[in-house]
């Protein structure tokens, strides 16, 4: 009976991480439509079709575009650097 209680227990949070991470999808305003427009310019226009016309997209996209956009400012950093 334990154990049974403990798989629900570990369904359950593995049910919320993927549904806040992979399916829940926040408007464009959660993450501050002046930023989100911001990014859009630098990505590509699937991107920019996808989410605009979706309204929205899921904290794990907006963390992936973060990270892609990090890294082409550090590589432009050290290109002006060196």
């Known amino acids: 009976m334990e154990i049974l209680i403990a798989l629900i227990i570990v369904a359950v949070a593995v049910a919320y991480y993927v549904w806040d991470s992979y399916l829940r999808i926040f408007p464009l305003s959660y993450f ?9 310019k630098w990505e590509s226009p699937e991107w920019r079709e996808r989410v605009f016309s979706r309204g929205g997209m899921t904290s794990r996209d907006w963390i ?11 590589a432009e950093l050290r290109r002006r650097n060196l």
Do not use: M, P, T
């Not at 501050?32 to 859009?40: F, K, L, W």
């Not at 992936?64 to 550090?74: C, P, S, T």
């Open 64 to 74: 992936r575009v973060n990270k892609r956009q990090l890294k082409a400012i550090d």
């Open 32 to 40: 501050g439509i002046e930023n989100v427009q911001r990014i859009a």
